[in-house]
C-alpha cells in the first residue's frame, strides 16, 4: 500500500484494507517517483456524484412507494460502497435492497418481512441514515487526499 491510513478510517466506517487497495491502483511500478493518487481521488470523487444522483432516485422511488426500484438502487449503491469500503454505507444500502426486494423468509432474529408499508418507511429511515454518513465519509477522504497532496 502507497500511504498509511488513518486510525480516523475506522471511525468513519471505512474498511482500510479495501480503500488500500483503491490506493494500490495508483502505484506505476515503473515510475520510481512519488505515487500520484490522482486516479484513486477521482474514483472517490465519482462515488460520491454517483452517490448524490443515487439518493435523488431512491427519494423519487420511496415518493412513488416503487421497492422494485429501491432494491435495484440499494443493490448498485452497495457495489459501489463496498469496492471503496465504505461499510456503513455498504451495510445500509445492502438493507435497502433487501426490503426493496421483500425476500422471502425472516430477517435476522426469526422476525418475519414486514409488509409494504413498513419496508418503505424501513428504507426511508436507512436513506436518511445514509444521507447522514455520507458527509462524514466524505470529510475523512477529502481530508486524507489532502494530507497526500493529490491532484484531480
Excluded: W
Excluded at 436507512?126 to 454518513?133: G, H, P
Amino acid at each position: 500500500m502507497s500511504a498509511t491510513l488513518p486510525d480516523s478510517f475506522t471511525t468513519a466506517g471505512i474498511d482500510k484494507e479495501a480503500f488500500g487497495q483503491i490506493l494500490d491502483m495508483d502505484i506505476d511500478e515503473e515510475d520510481e517517483g512519488p505515487v500520484d493518487h490522482s486516479f484513486s481521488k477521482s474514483i472517490v470523487k465519482d462515488f460520491f456524484t454517483q452517490a448524490e444522483e443515487t439518493f435523488d432516485k431512491m427519494d423519487a422511488a420511496i415518493e412513488k412507494k416503487d421497492l422494485e426500484e429501491l432494491s435495484k438502487l440499494g443493490h448498485f449503491l452497495k457495489g459501489s460502497s463496498a469496492t471503496l469500503g465504505l461499510i456503513h454505507l455498504r451495510d445500509c444500502c445492502e438493507k435497502i435492497q433487501h426490503f426493496g426486494a421483500r425476500k422471502a423468509g425472516e430477517l435476522p432474529g426469526g422476525e418475519p418481512m414486514p409488509d409494504e408499508a413498513e419496508c418503505l418507511r424501513r428504507i426511508s429511515g436507512y436513506v436518511a441514515e445514509i444521507k447522514d454518513n455520507l458527509p462524514v465519509v466524505k470529510d475523512e477522504l477529502n481530508k486524507f487526499f489532502n494530507e497526500l497532496g493529490a491532484s484531480e
